[in-house]
């Protein structure tokens, strides 16, 4: 794979096209998407739930949290590097502004968060009444602690993580796009090139994950595991290694030669951890969540090499359909949560199988999401500001349905 150089003071380099990102990036939000409609049916806590659970799903739920928003973190973290390599931090502020903020406020305020927390009000019988006369009580106390107003914007959490993230990594980037950050990079990209030390960077990881769990912290918000099962101090890591991983010369070829030993270490943790959570539960605080924070860290890892490795391998080509799901991401993300919950609220009640139900719920809230994107969204500049897209010069004309032809 073609390996990003180091960013100097004086020069900034061309680079190359990530298309193994950009595949990592479609193909893990197509992965978000099945998730959440999948929790409709596990036996965990979930904004709208089916009377019908699988334990079995349940067991592939935790697999996939193991892995799923941190993978999106390191991404987003190759991302940044690639933003700042071409642009000066004005502009960086500027761009996430336009792709972050703009976007999470949106949610917040309009149908998308709102929306979602009227449904889980009235699934749960704390609410009756259309959700216009419902609106006004949205802003009566702060969700997750007694009230509705959702001031992560529910899914939207990622955008508000990572745009906090990019404010407060901004200065430790800057310094590593300096000289003697160049010269420190290239340093540690030397060493973690070496045959296993990849595997090294479990270490912060697991590192985090336990800060997390100290209990002064566990109870505050950086130690919420809400947010796709992790909390905030592994994801601000995450971001932090993906940015070393890009600019760190050698490193992603490192990924891509350990991916086999990462895809056996990763499963092997899995299981492993799995039966020693339960095993476990009477031990004391210290040893067990040492322990586990441990195996946790070098089980999320450990995906992250074989995923990004294999990825680094194998999707190094772009195609049509590639150019047109990068841009989509974002707004098919925004929408995606809301739409398989008000899809998902009514197929609930048709009381059948629940992979009947499951697969009803993902083909209709594809089509609809689809159809949103294609229609609207993506034709109209005020809607591609509002969801984080580039506007257009010349917008893309809404296509109107054609008359019938007459008899």
């Keep these: 794979m073609a390996q990003t ?8 380099p061309e680079l190359a096209r990530r ?4 595949w990592l990036r479609v193909l893990g939000m197509m992965m978000v998407f099945l998730f959440h409609g999948a929790r409709f049916f596990d036996t965990g806590g979930w904004h709208v739930k089916s009377p019908r659970t ?13 892995w799923m928003m941190p993978l999106f973190f390191i991404l987003s973290g190759i991302g940044i590097y690639h933003a700042l390599a071409h642009q000066r931090w004005p502009q960086y502020l500027v761009s996430r502004c336009q792709r972050l903020a703009v976007p999470l406020l949106f949610g917040i305020f309009v149908i998308i968060a709102p929306w979602q927390v009227y449904l889980e009000r ?6 009756s009444g259309s959700f216009w006369r419902w609106y006004p009580h949205y802003f009566d106390g702060w969700y997750g602690l007694g009230g509705n107003f959702a001031w992560m914007g529910i899914h939207l959490w990622y955008l508000e993580f990572l745009f906090v993230f990019s404010l407060l990594t901004l200065p430790l980037f800057l310094y590593l796009q300096s000289a003697a950050g160049v010269h420190q990079l290239e340093r540690l990209a030397r060493f973690l090139a070496r045959p296993g030390a990849i595997f090294l960077c479990a270490l912060p990881l697991a590192a985090a994950e336990f800060l997390a769990s100290i209990p002064a ?8 595991e809400g947010f796709g099962g992790w909390s905030t101090l592994p994801y601000l890591t995450l971001l932090i290694l993906g940015y070393l991983l890009a600019a760190g010369p050698g490193l992603t070829d490192a990924m891509e030669r350990h991916r086999h030993l990462g895809l056996i270490t990763g499963a092997v943790t ?5 039966f020693l959570y339960q095993a476990t539960e009477s031990w ?8 586990m924070s441990c195996l946790r860290g070098i089980l999320c890892w450990s995906w992250l090499i074989a995923i990004c490795g294999y990825a680094g391998r194998h999707l190094r080509f772009s195609n049509a359909f590639l150019k047109y799901a990068n841009e989509a991401v974002l707004p098919f993300y925004i929408l995606h949560q809301t739409i398989i919950l008000t899809i998902g609220y009514y197929v609930l009640r048709l009381d059948t199988h629940l992979w009947i139900e499951y697969l009803i719920i993902a083909l209709g809230s594809l089509v609809v999401i689809m159809a949103l994107y294609e229609g609207l969204i993506r034709r109209i500049n005020l809607l591609r500001f509002l969801f984080g897209m580039k506007m257009r010069r010349h917008p893309l004309p809404v296509p109107r349905p054609q008359p019938l032809p007459s008899a």
């Design 122 to 127: 009235v699934s749960r019988n704390e609410y």
């Design 54 to 66: 699988s334990d079995g799903l349940q067991i592939v739920i935790i697999f996939v949290v193991q």
């Design 284 to 291: 004391t605080w210290l040893p067990r969540e040492l322990m």
């Design 19 to 22: 298309q193994d990102v950009d």
């Design 217 to 224: 912290i566990s109870e505050s918000l950086f130690g919420n």
């Design 5 to 12: 150089g180091s960013v100097s003071q004086n020069r900034r």
């Design 270 to 274: 899995f299981i492993l951890g799995y």
